[in-house]
C-alpha cells in the first residue's frame, strides 16, 4: 500500500433502532463512501463511538470495514486502550484482519509520563508490522502530545503518522520541522490552513457526511496547488464543520446523515440524541451545500 495521504474519512458506527451494530449499514455506507470519492477510512476512532462498542464488535467493525473496502482505500483501525496490553491486543488483531495501519490515542484517563507514553507506543509499534498514526487530541486525551515527544515517537520504526488535532496548525509546522520525512501530519482540525503548513491528509469528520467535497478540498490545495481555489472550497463546508463541532460531534453527525438519506441510528449512551433545536440549523447547512435529498 502507498504512503497514506488525502481526505480519511473517521467513520461513524452505524446502530439498528434496537441500538445494536448494523452489519448492513456499515457495509452500505463503506461503499457510499468509497462510491462518493473518500480517500481512505479510519474506523472505530472517536466518532466511532469506540469506547461504547464491546471488544467483540469493536473487532466486527474493523473487520467488516476491511472486507468491504476490499483493498480499494486503506482503511486505518482505531486500536486504542488505557491499557496498553489490550492497545496491543487490539492493534495485532487489525493487522490479522488486513488493515492497512492503526490510530492510536495516547492512554486517555492515567495521566502518563512522557516515558510512559513513549514505551506505550513502542511496545504497539514493535508488535505490528504496519503503519501506526498516533492521535493527539488533548481534549478529550487528557494527554498532549507535543511536538519534541511526536520527534521521540517519530523514531519508532512504523510511528510514522499523526492526527494532530490539537488545534494549533503552529504545531504542525514544529513537528515538520523536529521530524522531516519520519512523521507525516494529518489535520484533524482546521485542514485547509494545515495543508498550507505541510499536512498531507485530514481526518474528517465532515466526510461522514459530504466524503466528496472533503477530497476535493485536499486535491484542489494539496494535489493542484491551488490554495486560492481550496479556500473557497473550504469557506463553504465551514459552516457545516461548525455545526458538527463542539461535545454534541457524535450526535450532530449521526443526524445529518439521517437527514441526508443515510440513517445510521443513534449514538450509544450517555450520548443522547440531537437536540431538537439543534436539528433545524443543521438542516439549513445542509441544505445550502446542496446535500438534502
Given amino acids: ?9 473517521v467513520m461513524v458506527t452505524p446502530f439498528d433502532d434496537g441500538g445494536r451494530l448494523d452489519e448492513q449499514r456499515l457495509r452500505q455506507f463503506v461503499d457510499w463512501q468509497i462510491e462518493q470519492g473518500v480517500q481512505g477510512l479510519i474506523p472505530l476512532g472517536s466518532t466511532g463511538e ?16 476491511v472486507e468491504q473496502a476490499a483493498g480499494r482505500v486503506p482503511v486505518l483501525v482505531g486500536t486504542a486502550a488505557e491499557w496498553t496490553d489490550e492497545a496491543v491486543a487490539f492493534s495485532k488483531e487489525a493487522e490479522g484482519y488486513g488493515a492497512d495501519g ?18 506505550h507506543y ?10 501506526v498514526m498516533a492521535y493527539n487530541n488533548p481534549y478529550t486525551s487528557n494527554v498532549d502530545l507535543k511536538a519534541p515527544l511526536v520527534a521521540r515517537l517519530s523514531e519508532i520504526d512504523n510511528v510514522s503518522y499523526i492526527k494532530e488535532s490539537s ?13 522531516g520525512d519520519r512523521m507525516t501530519v494529518f489535520a484533524g482540525y482546521h485542514p485547509w490552513e494545515g495543508y498550507l503548513v505541510g499536512a498531507q491528509g485530514y481526518v474528517s469528520v ?8 472533503s477530497t476535493e478540498l485536499f486535491q484542489t490545495t494539496v494535489d493542484q496547488r491551488d490554495p486560492e481555489g481550496g479556500r473557497r472550497i473550504y469557506h463553504r463546508v465551514l459552516p457545516l464543520l461548525e455545526a458538527l463541532s463542539g ?47
Fill in 1 to 9: 500500500m502507498a504512503a497514506f495521504r488525502g481526505s480519511y474519512t
Fill in 50 to 65: 469506540f469506547l461504547s462498542l464491546t471488544r467483540e464488535e469493536r473487532r466486527a467493525v474493523g473487520a467488516i470495514v
Fill in 102 to 119: 492503526v490510530m492510536v490515542v495516547p492512554p486517555y484517563y492515567s495521566s502518563p509520563t512522557e516515558e510512559e507514553i513513549f514505551t
Fill in 122 to 131: 513502542r511496545r504497539i509499534g514493535e508488535a505490528i508490522s504496519i503503519p
Fill in 167 to 179: 488545534g494549533s496548525v503552529t504545531r504542525t509546522t514544529e513537528i515538520l520541522r523536529l521530524c
Fill in 206 to 213: 465532515f466526510s461522514n457526511i459530504a466524503p466528496g467535497l
Fill in 247 to 293: 461535545d454534541l460531534y457524535v450526535s450532530a453527525t449521526k443526524a445529518a446523515l439521517g437527514l441526508i438519506g443515510m440513517p445510521v441510528g443513534h449514538p450509544r449512551a450517555p450520548r443522547l440524541p440531537l437536540p431538537a433545536d439543534r436539528v433545524a440549523p443543521l438542516r439549513a447547512v445542509l441544505k445550502d451545500l446542496g446535500l438534502l435529498q
